[in-house]
């Protein structure tokens, strides 16, 4: 079911939901996870007018079906999984660790590409806006909750145009605040379809959104 034409609109429109609570927020920043929900972010920031940066995280891909993932892992190696779909594997232990570790140098190479290895900015006293493309698991979100927390966040907000019901509650349990658009039950759940146009997105095209604000 299509939604939105691109990620630009699905952005402004989400920035009008949180134009709303704004005014509970105290010295927010908004963080775009890369790829396609730093163009989120990008929208959410220029609305509200607040800092924009990226949270570089990944998703932990099965090896048979990369457009679904197990878990997520983080700048500072923060590894969560979805125990449940783990268990439904036949992954050894190895395997595992082999793939947490090629995800993780991506993430490392992303945040020098994307960020140039910058000094994370500091999330204390902060609203956090955490921003994605949509939530198909919730668990690369959930990542981003659990590294904004470690920094020191004192608000988190996640917000995405989309979710899959599941992946909306897990992430609603774990966040302060929640603004997604559409919330949907659909067995097989796919973030694209939402979109009418819905491109891979190449690091130069991250690197142009995350310019001045």
Do not use: W
Not at 11 to 39: Q, T, Y
Not at 92 to 100: L, S
Not at 164 to 178: G, Q, T
Not at 188 to 208: C, G, H, L
Request: aromatic content about 8%; hydrophobic content about 45%; proline content about 5%.
């Amino acid at each position: 079911m299509v939604m939105f034409r691109n990620r630009q609109e699905a952005g402004d429109i989400l920035a009008e939901r949180l134009l709303e609570i704004k005014p509970e927020f105290k010295n927010p920043i908004v963080l775009g996870i890369p790829r396609g929900g730093v163009v989120i972010g990008s929208q959410v920031a220029k609305k509200l007018k607040t800092p924009l940066d990226a949270i570089v995280l990944r998703k932990l891909p099965l090896p048979h079906n990369p457009e679904a993932g197990f878990g997520a892992v983080t700048l500072d190696r923060i590894v969560i999984f979805n125990e449940a779909l783990l268990s439904e594997t036949c992954l050894t232990q190895a395997e595992i660790d082999k793939i947490v570790e090629g995800v993780y140098k991506e993430v490392v190479r992303r945040n020098k590409v994307y960020r140039q290895n910058k000094r994370f900015p500091s999330l204390e006293e902060r609203s956090v806006i955490l921003t994605d493309d949509g939530l198909a698991s919730g668990y690369t979100m959930l990542a981003a909750i659990k590294f904004a927390k470690a920094k020191g966040a004192k608000e988190i907000i996640s917000a995405a145009p989309v979710a899959h019901r599941e992946a909306f509650e897990l992430v609603k349990k774990n966040s302060d605040r929640i603004a997604v658009l559409h919330i949907s039950n659909i067995a097989y759940f796919a973030v694209a379809s939402f979109y009418e146009d819905f491109p891979d997105m190449s690091d130069k095209e991250v690197i142009s959104y995350l310019g001045p604000h």
